[in-house]
Nanobody, 125 residues
């Protein structure tokens, strides 16, 4: 079992930055791929970013590419989503997830077995 806790959300203005962190406990963190998803009111949960268990491969939704950066520190059991140049469209609850289903792409929610509670990100104009 893996427990995930997100932190770092808040209220910011357009153009500002936020740094979201997800800390894992339970099983060995380095064996899992880590993903970030978000859900805005009235919309479906969507893929944001993901990082392979090795840390060598990263993936980003087109909407955040060039603005967001995902990284991980296995020694600290932590994955970070650095969000720059935030836009009002980025407003959502952000969730981190852990998974190891190699036969499913990391951009799909079904890749992941464990989810955090989410952290609210609100970007005002």
């Amino acid at each position: 079992q893996v427990q995930l806790v997100e932190s770092g959300g808040g209220l910011v203005q357009a153009g500002d930055s936020l740094r979201l962190s997800c800390t894992a406990s339970g099983r060995t963190f380095l064996t899992y791929d880590m993903g970030w998803f978000r859900q805005a009111p009235g919309k479906e949960r969507e893929f944001v970013s993901a990082i392979h268990r090795s840390g060598d491969n990263t993936y980003y939704a087109d909407s955040v590419k060039g603005r967001f950066t995902v990284s991980r520190d296995n020694a600290k059991n932590t994955v970070v989503l650095q969000m720059n140049s935030l836009k009002p469209e980025d407003t959502a609850v952000y969730y981190c997830a852990a998974g190891d289903k190699r036969w499913i792409s990391m951009i799909f929610q079904s890749h992941y077995d464990y989810w955090g509670q989410g952290t609210q990100v609100t970007v005002s104009s």
